[in-house]
């Protein structure tokens, strides 16, 4: 299983998902690969925001290592699952998707959080601390689910 997390500037919220299953499917002890991507091109080759790794790293979990990237169109043919943190995420992969026979495999990162009050990941760029908090609350429970209900 090939997992892609999207985001707008790829140094919040999909580097910490990425970090969060990264984690699980160690623990796990599972073949799955993930990668991150941001629509928005911005802060291509830059670390996570350091609220972010600060964030992460209060949960033991380091996403240092992670490096910005722009999503690209092959993303949808490398990848098997691609998750938007939220709905303008979501029509953006989806505008760039090569045909409509891969924009499939696109969705909602909060899809997998159906009991979940919120159904987007709120973005933590413009905020403090507390939002980044939520944000990893938010993406743990999406992401035990997804790690459940995937087919591995
Ligand atoms: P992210 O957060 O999409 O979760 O990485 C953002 C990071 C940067 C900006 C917006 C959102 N920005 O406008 O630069």
Redesign the pocket.
């Known amino acids: 299983m090939k997992l892609l997390l999207v985001?707008?500037?790829?140094?919040?919220?999909?580097?910490m998902a990425e970090g969060i299953l990264r984690d699980m499917i160690a623990k796990e002890g599972l073949e799955w690969s993930t990668d991150s991507a941001?629509t928005?091109d911005?802060?291509v080759g830059e670390a996570p925001?350091k609220r972010a790794i600060k964030a992460m790293r209060d949960r033991d979990i380091d996403i240092s290592d992670l490096r910005a990237r722009q999503l690209r169109p092959q993303d949808f043919e490398e990848f098997d699952l691609l998750l938007a943190?939220d709905a303008s995420n979501l029509r953006n992969m989806r505008a760039i998707a090569p045909n409509a026979e891969l924009v499939g495999k696109a969705r909602l990162m909060m899809d997998f959080a159906p009991d979940h009050a919120l159904r987007e990941v709120p973005?933590?760029?413009f905020g403090g601390d507390e939002g980044f908090r939520e944000v990893y609350e938010m993406l743990t429970i999406a992401c035990r689910n997804l790690m459940k209900d995937v087919q591995r």
């Open positions: 985001c707008l500037g790829n140094i919040c919220r999909s580097p941001g928005g911005y802060h925001d943190m973005d933590p760029y």
